[in-house]
């Protein structure tokens, strides 16, 4: 399906397109607000226009890009692949991390949002090693051991799997470059080794902790049998 500009300046969708929205954090309706007149496109005949929409759910403004098809004497087609100018942020739960690691891995994770590959694999080196220097030394292999399980799990590909280990552990080595496959590979296995070091690992402890409570109240309310009639006795 695509979408079209009519020589009348009327806009047409033959669906509604939802996404994302990197301001309220909703998957919401992207309604047209600002479309591109037809007579300067037909005039300038670029490769993309300029769409601004409007976010369904805050009414923001979301602002797209969109490659142009065709140019016709009725109208003007579109592609339905909409990019968009601002894209929502990762999502990571940060405040379980210490705030010297929760900065760098911020920055890290907007540096894949914004398709700076090469420096999202510079701050995920960066990230791990202040990792490891905060964590105890008899644990370090622990976050190795996340690593390779994590990859375990994704069932890797063998050169993938070289690439992330170069970029995130061998420091000896400057940090190679890396495409859209291999960020779009090391920003997964990058979240998911801090979700197992310090998210999972914070909440179990917690969660003990709060089972030992109630545990230990339960078991201060509960009178043995036979006692309350010892003490009816012997009073």
Known sequence: MSIYVKNNNSFEQAEAVTRECPHCGANAQLVPLATPPYAALMQTRPRYAGICFRCAACNEPRFARLAIRSFGPDQIVLSTNIVEIERPKERFQFGYLPA???????????CYTADLYTAFAVMCRRVVQMALA???????????????????????????????????????????????????????????????????????????????FFAGEITQKITPIGLSQRRTESA
């Open 100 to 110: 010297p690691i929760e900065r760098l891995f911020r920055e890290a994770l907007d």
């Open 134 to 212: 905060e964590i105890q030394t008899h644990t370090r292999p622990h976050l190795y051991d996340l690593f390779k399980d994590a990859l375990a799990l994704s069932e890797m590909d063998v050169e993938t799997t070289g690439v992330l280990e170069t970029v995130l552990f061998a420091t000896d080595r400057p940090e190679p470059d890396i495409g859209p496959e291999e960020a779009a590979a090391l920003i997964e296995i990058i979240k998911d080794v801090f979700y197992q070091r310090y998210v999972r690992t914070a909440k179990l402890k917690a969660a003990i902790r709060m089972r030992r």
